[in-house]
């Protein structure tokens, strides 16, 4: 008889009624655990109470990581600290904190190909969804080809809101190449109407002094980057590629599954905005 089926069958149907189905796997275990220490009923509530808090809580944050189009490998308990690379300690444990997401600050994170920016700025990125920040991640041209196209079926303004409102929005690998006039004023309106209202993360293999040359307008490429780069915190990593590390590898421990691995449903993309 498993420990579920000693509950009450009232009891269950009333928690599922009231939406608190999930403390069902454990409460009989933790109502047995403290009638044997004999504590008050307040207690067992509360620890009820804080357990489904906590459930619901890291179901939110799945599902922000989730709508946000983070990876579930890139969290900051993987991230290989035998790597090497440098970088500055204090700046990541800084980021980390979230700190500079409270405060409406910026952050770069510098280095050449394959060091593990985007990594990082998913592991963030992470904790942000955790903390119960909305979170938007895209590589900076896919976002930049997403705005091209609402010029063309004038859905500009609400995918323009979107991205000028979102908590955290993660540019990765920026400037990396030239942009025209348009992509160029999308990016000043992004930088310019997000600044010090929310909290922009930037990926880039080029140093922030280099980024005025990939705008197609100087003036607004100077006022863009300016407002941008003193609002920062600059986190630069330096060293050899992380990307071996995340190589699969076969383990030894564990053989191959004996019938071919079925196909897993695709997860739920941000929805694009409506048509206007």
Known sequence: ?????LLNPELVTVLKRLRLGGILPTLAERLSLYEKQNLPYQDV????LQDEILRRDSGAAARRAQQAGLSPDMVMVRWDKTA?????????????SLRFVADHRNLTILGP???GKTFLAQAVSHLCCEAGYNVRFSRADDLLR???QSRMDNSREALMIALTTVDVLVLDDFALEPMGRDESHDIYQLFVERNGRFTTIVTSNRDTS???ATFD???????????FINNAFDLVIEGESYRPRLKPQLDALSPPPPAPVPKTPTPLRRKSPPRR
């Open 45 to 48: 509530l509360l620890l009820l």
């Open 217 to 227: 307008d100087a003036l607004l490429a100077q006022s863009a980057v300016d407002r």
């Open 1 to 5: 008889m498993t420990m579920q089926r």
């Open 146 to 148: 997403s705005l091209r």
């Open 210 to 212: 280099e980024w005025i």
């Open 113 to 115: 190909v394959g060091v």
């Open 84 to 96: 090497r690379v440098t970088y500055d300690q204090r700046m990541l444990l800084e980021a980390c």
